[in-house]
Nanobody, 125 residues
Framework: QVQLVESGGGLVQAGGSLRLSCVGYGRPFSLAAMGWFRQAPGKEREFVAAISWNGFSTYYADSVKGRFTISRDNDKNTVYLQMDRLKPEDTADYSC??????????????????WGQGTPVTVSS
């Protein structure tokens, strides 16, 4: 069974940091582009960041550029999202997603094939 499992969410004050992790089980994701998305209560899911299979290419939403960093460790089948200088508007449920092998990174959620259950992030002011 293929699973993506996120961890690392929690409650943090504005200006603080969190590091999210997403571990893949059931198949290797070393050749798959990966992405992070978030969904706040009452809002649509939005793209946060994506990374190519080899980590050489990354892409960020304008709202997080310069504050968030996506990275991956293919030996551990894991992708990370380092979130710094957090703001209350970053509060959301954060999910990771994976594409099939060799597909390029994308910002479109319907082009990802595998999804995790999400981890909540709450930033207090």
């Amino acid at each position: 069974q293929v699973q993506l499992v996120e961890s690392g969410g929690g409650l943090v004050q504005a200006g603080g940091s969190l590091r999210l992790s997403c571990v893949g089980y059931g198949r290797p994701f070393s050749l798959a582009a990966m992405g992070w998305f978030r969904q706040a209560p009452g809002k649509e899911r939005e793209f946060v960041a994506a990374i190519s299979w080899n980590g050489f290419s990354t892409y960020y939403a304008d709202s997080v550029k310069g504050r968030f960093t996506i990275s991956r460790d293919n030996d551990k089948n894991t992708v990370y999202l380092q979130m710094d200088r957090l703001k209350p508007e970053d509060t959301a449920d954060y999910s990771c997603a994976a594409r099939t092998e060799n597909a390029p990174l994308t910002t479109l959620p319907n082009e990802y094939n595998y999804w995790g259950q999400g981890t909540p992030v709450t930033v207090s002011s």
